[in-house]
């Protein structure tokens, strides 16, 4: 995830202020669980939130024992109370939504999440929250879909990486958050995307060499042939050039993102899709 905390409390934005007054004891037990939610003060949110769930049935208890579940990386137990607050309807529904996004997202399913949110998204469109979660969820799909070093390096190693982190910056670019760090890093997925698809000489010493040895033997067999008046000889001097000219192209010719893959791959620990 981008930014885990965020991700977690950022969704409570979507909750009415005129909630209705009912039961004072456990609305109170779920202000000081919010409370103590966005502080980071996590026993004591889950302590405030189960005591208001033991005394009303209010979908936005169930989101708050789940997000403390998020936080602490318990995906199991999250999804459990996220499921419980889906059947109720109305704005705990849609926090437990979002909330299950988020543990798919956990569980390094963020393409996963990206779908989900995606229908949230097309549903209300100019709800900066959700454009905000759809963001951060394309962001973690970038993240998941790439190869990993032992020292935590994402590495580009296939065409499906190099698709999905470009779909991803371009995405995220355009739900247009405001958020300058979603920005940012959309900006440096799609610079990756341009690096990798370069073209380059692999390994360039030996390739240009070739290719300046094939040009000047073709050249020679031309010339040989012209001056022999030989048509043969011609034909086949540039005929045999194209031919091995193309070898070399299509054998040192390499996208920047395949070279790179190949430069690292002893260092892969963990492959992408």
């Not at 609305?27 to 033991?54: C, I, P, Q, T, V």
């Not at 109370?81 to 543990?103: D, E, S």
Request: aromatic share 6%.
């Amino acid at each position: 995830m981008l930014r885990a905390w965020q991700d977690v409390i950022v969704k409570w934005q979507l909750v009415p202020d005129d909630q209705p007054v009912d039961q004072p004891e456990a609305r109170l037990h779920a202000e000081r669980g919010r409370s103590a939610l966005f502080a980071g003060r996590l026993d004591e949110a889950l302590a405030e939130f189960e005591a208001a769930a033991e005394l009303r049935s209010d979908p936005l208890d169930r989101v708050g024992v789940g997000d403390v579940h998020l936080a602490r990386g318990g995906w199991r137990s999250a999804e459990e109370n996220y499921r419980a607050a889906l059947t109720c309807g109305g704005a705990g529904a849609l926090l437990a939504q979002l909330g299950l996004a988020q543990v798919k997202v956990g569980q390094g399913n963020a393409a996963g999440a990206v779908g989900d949110l995606e229908l949230l998204v097309a549903d209300r469109p100019a709800d900066p929250t959700l454009r905000y979660y759809l963001a951060s969820a394309w962001f973690s799909a970038a993240d998941q879909c790439r190869s990993r070093t032992a020292d935590d390096i994402l590495v580009i190693t296939s065409e499906a990486q190099l698709r999905i982190c470009a779909d991803a910056g371009r995405r995220i670019r355009a739900l247009d958050t405001g958020d300058t760090e979603l920005r940012r890093g959309a900006d440096q997925l799609l610079a990756e995307v341009a690096a990798g698809r370069r073209w380059t000489w692999a390994p360039e010493g030996i390739a240009v060499s070739l290719a300046v040895l094939i040009v000047a033997i073709g050249l020679i067999t031309v010339v040989a042939g012209g001056l022999l008046d030989n048509v043969v000889l011609v034909v086949s001097g540039v005929v045999m050039g194209a031919a091995l000219l193309y070898a070399v192209v299509h054998r040192f010719r390499r996208q920047t993102w395949r070279r790179r893959a190949d430069e690292m791959a002893p260092h892969i620990v963990k492959h992408g899709v």
